[in-house]
């Protein structure tokens, strides 16, 4: 007999391990499960009768009650000293996410240089969703942090006054509830601020006139000490940039 006992009770879905059998005959293995309130029950019994390493599962029989400690009983196929029962790697199964209380996982960014001129930011991501997960997301500036809800992406927000410069940027998943396979994950991140360089996307807050300096080729030469505005929709084949030499 073998016997495991978990750090703190959690809930569990059962228990696997390998077993083999040494000689001949049949052999068997069950999981006794003892749990939280003082109870105890047996799992069914699994039987193996060759010598190679056979993977086993032992569904637990009270999945609502918090397991504290297992036991792993064992028959050899006989009363014979050449007869054995070989049993390696037990594994516990947890409950699928029943078994933390908050479990989200993050992902977290260190931000650009945010300029004290900038009013508004911009979170985007592209991500794997499911129904029922969650995305969502939170700024830091060292001790401050505000917190902003999956329908705040791709949107300008207003700076929070509590937040002078964020630094961080971290990422939330929590996936679909009550799945083996969770699928939500996030392959890209996009941060922006409402810089007037920033690109003309059309979405609330964004800035509705593009910086340049100087003017034309065609014009005289000026100093360049002030940021000059136009609408996106103004082009102009001559204007560009210029190379100019420092007094």
Avoid at 171 to 184: E, L, S, V
Wanted: glycine fraction near 6%; charge should be neutral.
């Amino acid at each position: 007999m073998k016997e495991i006992t978990l750090p703190e009770a959690e809930f569990l879905e059962g228990v696997m391990n390998l077993i083999k059998i040494g000689g001949t005959g049949t052999a068997y293995c069950k999981i006794k499960y003892f749990y939280e309130d003082g109870t105890d029950q047996f799992s069914s019994e699994n039987s193996i009768t060759t010598s190679t390493y056979t993977p086993k599962w032992y569904a637990n029989p009270s999945t609502a009650k918090k397991v504290q400690k297992i036991e792993v009983w064992g028959k050899a196929p006989g009363y014979l000293t050449s007869q054995y029962l070989y049993e390696k790697r037990t594994s516990i199964v947890r409950v699928p996410y029943y078994h933390m209380s908050d479990p989200p996982s993050y992902i977290s960014f260190r931000i650009p240089q945010y300029e004290e001129t900038d009013t508004h930011f911009k979170v985007k991501v592209d991500a794997v969703r499911e129904s029922g997960d969650a995305i969502w997301f939170e700024i830091f500036d060292g001790e401050s942090n505000q917190t902003y809800a999956g329908t705040e992406f791709e949107k300008f927000l207003p700076m929070p006054s509590h937040i002078q410069k964020p630094d961080k940027l971290r990422i939330y998943m929590r996936p679909a509830p009550q799945t083996n396979d969770p699928q939500t994950a996030i392959s890209a991140v996009y941060w922006t601020t409402n810089d007037p360089k920033s690109v003309f996307d059309g979405w609330p807050g964004a800035p509705t006139s593009r910086v340049y300096r100087g003017e034309d080729y065609t014009q005289a030469v000026k100093e360049v000490r002030t940021r000059s505005f136009v609408a996106p929709v103004n082009t102009s084949d001559k204007r560009g940039f210029r190379l100019v030499q420092r007094p």
